[in-house]
């Protein structure tokens, strides 16, 4: 069983900066591949970064340069830094693990409002 909860979400003015945390909790199985999704009112969910058990990352185009994704392996936690937050980057944003032998879990979302 995989429990994901994320928290750091809120309001933040344009230009400003917040830091995402999700903690999954694991029993039996192996967290491979960490990330974090976004979906804005209207719009598909989007992976915005991901970051696998050895440290390689992987950014959308959109937050490049301006948010950093990271993790602990030993308090399976996954970690999103935004910077330079902009009212684009409004939105619900997931968590999202993948596991060994195979499958994945998502979180119940976090709410991030960029607005002056």
């Known amino acids: 069983q995989v429990q994901l909860v994320e928290s750091g979400g809120g309001l933040v003015q344009p230009g400003g900066s917040l830091r995402l945390s999700c903690v999954a909790s694991?029993?039996?199985?192996?967290?491979?591949?960490m990330g974090w999704y976004r979906q804005a009112p209207g719009k598909e969910r989007e992976l915005v970064a991901d970051i696998t058990r050895g440290g390689s990352t992987n950014y959308a185009d959109s937050v490049k340069e301006r948010f950093t994704i990271s993790r602990d392996n030993a308090k399976n936690t996954v970690y999103l830094q935004m910077n330079s937050l902009k009212s684009e980057d409004t939105a619900v944003y997931y968590c999202?693990?993948?596991?060994?032998?195979?499958?994945?879990?998502w979180g119940q979302g976090t709410l991030v409002t960029v607005s002056s």
């Open positions: 694991v029993r039996f199985f192996v967290i491979n591949v």
């Open positions: 999202r693990i993948t596991h060994l032998p195979g499958g994945e879990v």
